[in-house]
């Protein structure tokens, strides 16, 4: 008899426990807490894809369509950001414009790697040149993402900003800059 009364909060534990889970739709609007989420990626990627999609660039010789190849996108925040995410959101919302070729990002590391460039692909003019030359681009893509995080009591603001640089490869000269701002506010529940 005492062993039954054992089973019943061990049961009782057990339904408190069970998690239940359900798809929803990607576009709907993740508004959780303060810390960057899909929307954030989404509504940063879209803005930037908008300015520089409006942005004039020479058109190439052979194809009419200048060449980028993706550098990377720093992480300036205290949280896990993945900024390969927001560089492929970009890169397939630009391809999808057609204004635009982009050369393949493994086979931009892959060269990278052969003339000996930093780990961060951050590179120096001749670098640059040099890797422009071998992977056939006319420009380099790249930036930062960077947060800061403000609390009191239980109301946190975090604002974000991604800054974009595209990078002319012959000469190093920043032909389009633009940044993107989120700001973000979060209160905790007394409970929590």
Avoid at 133 to 155: C, H, N, P
Wanted: net charge neutral; aromatic share 8%; glycine share 6%.
């Amino acid at each position: 008899m005492r062993a039954n009364w054992l089973l019943v909060p061990m049961a009782v534990l057990g339904l408190l426990t069970c998690a239940t889970s359900h798809y929803v739709r990607p576009d709907e609007v993740t508004e959780w807490d303060y810390t960057y989420s899909d929307t954030d990626m989404k509504l940063l990627a879209e803005k930037m894809v908008q300015s520089l999609a409006e942005f004039k660039l020479p058109p190439r010789a052979d194809t009419g369509k200048p060449v980028l190849a993706f550098l990377t996108i720093g992480n300036r925040t205290s949280q896990h950001i993945d900024t390969e995410g927001i560089a492929e959101k970009i890169m397939v919302a630009l391809l999808k414009l057609g204004k635009f070729r982009i050369v393949d990002r493994e086979l931009l590391k892959q060269q990278a790697k052969e003339i000996a460039l930093v780990e961060t692909q951050r590179i120096d003019v001749e670098g640059a040149v040099k890797l422009g030359s071998l992977i056939g681009a006319d420009y380099f893509l790249t930036g930062d993402v960077m947060s800061i995080e403000k609390t009191r009591g239980a109301t946190t603001l975090a604002y974000y900003k991604l800054t974009m640089r595209l990078v002319d490869v012959r000469t190093s000269e920043i032909v389009w800059a633009d940044e993107q701002e989120l700001k973000k506010k979060s209160s905790r529940a007394w409970y929590e």
